[in-house]
C-alpha cells in the first residue's frame, strides 16, 4: 500500500495566502516521502485542477489527484481540455479523480438535477476516455453528450494519459471504475465495506473488461495520539467532518462495513495501533491510503504539534506500507 496525503478544504486559510500554501504543501509532501497528494473539489473555495496544476510546476516527483471534481458542473470536453493541460502541467504525475457528488451539492447549491448519476458517469467517461486516446479529435455520441470537436493539447505519448479514479459507492459505479476507469477514491470506506463490497466489483469489472487491475484508494483521516485520547479524537472527527447523515450514498455505503460514521473509519492512537489498523486496509485491497492528518489539541500550538508528530510518524511508513 502506498502511502500518501489527503488535505482538507482551505477555507479556513485567509484568501491572500492560498496559492502559497497549497505550493508549500506539495513540496512539504515531495519532501517527506509521501508517494500521492489528493486535493478536494470543495464549492465555493479554491479550483482543485488549479491547486494541482501550481502543486505540479513545484514538484518532480509525487503523484498528484484531485478527490473529486463533480462530472455535473464541467461538460467533459471542457474537462479533457483543462485536465490533459494539468496533465502537461505535472509532466505526466496527475490523476483525475471525479465522481457523480451528492443531492445537496449539485442540486442545492448548483441548482442542477441529480438524476440517474450513473448514467451520466457512464456517458461522460465515453467522451474522457475518447479524449484520452491521444488521437487529436474526439468523436462521441450518447444519451448524454453528441462531441465533435478537434482536441490537441499535449503529446501523450509523452506525458501519458491520466488515469481516472471515481468516486464509486455502488455496485453500478464501482463496475464502471473498474471497467471504464482506474479504479476509485473512497470515503467513509472501512476494512469490511472495501474487502467485501469494493474490492470483489472493481476486480471483477476490470478483469471482464480486460483491463489492469484496478487501484483502491481511501480517504482515512489520520491521528497519533495516546490510547486514551482516541475517544476523543473520534468525536473530534465526527464533529468536523462527519456527514453521512446528509448523504444516502454514503448511508448505504457504511451498510457494507462495521463504520456508522468517519469516526469509526478513523485511524487513532498510537503508533502500533496506527499500523495495525492500516495494515487491516492494506490487507481488504486498499493500494493508495489518502492520509488526512487530523490535529488534535485545544489551541493552535498543541494542534500544530499533532499535526507534526502524526506527520513525521507516517513519514517514517513511506513510501509503502
Known amino acids: 500500500m502506498r502511502i500518501g496525503t489527503m488535505i482538507g478544504s482551505d477555507r479556513d486559510r485567509p484568501a491572500r495566502d492560498r496559492v502559497a500554501n497549497l505550493i508549500a504543501d506539495a513540496r512539504a509532501a515531495e519532501e517527506h516521502g509521501f508517494t500521492s497528494m489528493w486535493v478536494p473539489q470543495v ?3 479554491f479550483d482543485a485542477l488549479t491547486a494541482v496544476t501550481l502543486m505540479g510546476q513545484a514538484t518532480s516527483r509525487i503523484e498528484l489527484g484531485t478527490a473529486v471534481v463533480p462530472v455535473q458542473t464541467r461538460h467533459p470536453l471542457a474537462m479533457a481540455q483543462q485536465v490533459l493541460s494539468t496533465q ?4 505526466g504525475r496527475f490523476a483525475l479523480g471525479l465522481g457523480p457528488s451528492h443531492h445537496w451539492i449539485v442540486t442545492e447549491q448548483f441548482g442542477l438535477p441529480y438524476e440517474r448519476p450513473a448514467r451520466l458517469m457512464r456517458d461522460y467517461l465515453q467522451v474522457l476516455n475518447a479524449a484520452f486516446t491521444g488521437q487529436g479529435r474526439i468523436d462521441v455520441e ?3 453528450y453528441q462531441v465533435h470537436s478537434p482536441l490537441d493539447v499535449t503529446d501523450l505519448t509523452a506525458v501519458g494519459a491520466p488515469p481516472v479514479l471515481l468516486a464509486a459507492l455502488a455496485p453500478v459505479m464501482l463496475g464502471l471504475a473498474g471497467g471504464q476507469g482506474a479504479g476509485t477514491i473512497l470515503w467513509m470506506a472501512d476494512e469490511r465495506a472495501i474487502a ?3 474490492a470483489p466489483r472493481l476486480a471483477k469489472a476490470a478483469a471482464d473488461a480486460g483491463r489492469p487491475a484496478p487501484r483502491i ?5 489520520v491521528a497519533l495520539c495516546a490510547p486514551g485520547e482516541v475517544d476523543a479524537a473520534r468525536e473530534y472527527a465526527e464533529q468536523t467532518l462527519g456527514h453521512a447523515e446528509l448523504s444516502p450514498n454514503y448511508l448505504r ?5 462495521d463504520a456508522r460514521g468517519i469516526g469509526d473509519v478513523m485511524v487513532a492512537g498510537d503508533e502500533d495501533a496506527i499500523i495495525d489498523r492500516l495494515r487491516r486496509y ?9 492520509a488526512r492528518v487530523i490535529p488534535l489539541g485545544s489551541d493552535i500550538t498543541a494542534r500544530a504539534e499533532s ?3 502524526t506527520t513525521e510518524f507516517l513519514t517514517d511508513l513511506c513510501p509503502n506500507l
Open 307 to 309: 499535526r507534526r508528530r
Open 88 to 91: 502537461a502541467a505535472c509532466g
Open 196 to 198: 467485501e463490497h469494493v
Open 142 to 144: 450518447n444519451d448524454t
Open 43 to 45: 464549492p465555493g473555495y
Open 282 to 290: 492494506r490487507d481488504a485491497g486498499v493500494t493508495d491510503l489518502g
Open 217 to 221: 484508494v481511501a480517504g482515512v483521516p
Open 253 to 257: 455505503l457504511l451498510e457494507h462495513g
